[in-house]
């Protein structure tokens, strides 16, 4: 601007438009590389959560039948059904059916775990020649494809406490990566 006294040139100082533009571009990239970062964080532990319920859920189910085994007696390996009373060594791959059956410690009678259709079940014989049926776990959530389990020193004259090994594989629904889940199981009061 001039004024006329002085003859002399002012300028003002402020943004130009140019400037402007550049720095409502600038922080604009900034808040939408901000929003996507945590919109992906979100996801993330929304997809983290729902497979820990899920793990979880197995846990349970794993720490119920090492619990139930720990109390048990007269293991058998891959019973066809209600065999109850006979002991037997063994091991393998179950895929589909029983992949083991034992004497219950409170009296409830003859617990028989399987596999069927990608789900865990247990089945209870009592006494009374009843039976009750449960499904374990939800092949909705998990799908387990195998059970691997080794059953070692049921014999009674064996002086060796009784254990079983047991791996679970599976996989979540629509995935193709497996996960694994194991343990060693001795019966508590011992065989002979």
Known sequence: ????????????????????????????????????????????????????????????????????????????????????????????????????GFDSSDERGYMLYYLENGRIMRKIYNSGGDSLTEELTNATQITVEQVRIRVMNTGSDDMKQPLVWLQIVGKYPNETKEFVVQTLVSQRELDV
Not at 44 to 58: F, G
Not at 66 to 81: C, V
């Open 1 to 100: 601007m001039l004024f006329m006294g002085k003859q002399k040139l002012i300028k003002r100082r402020g943004f130009t438009l140019v400037e402007m533009m550049v720095s409502v571009a600038v922080f604009a990239l900034v808040v939408t590389t901000g929003i996507t970062a945590l919109v992906t964080v979100m996801k993330s532990n929304q997809y983290i959560e729902k497979k820990k319920k899920v793990v979880d859920a197995l846990d349970y189910v794993l720490e119920n039948l090492t619990r139930e085994l720990r109390l048990g007696k007269n293991y058998y390996f891959a019973p066809q059904g209600n065999e109850s009373g006979n002991t037997q060594d063994g091991e393998g791959v179950i895929s589909n059916g029983a992949f083991i």
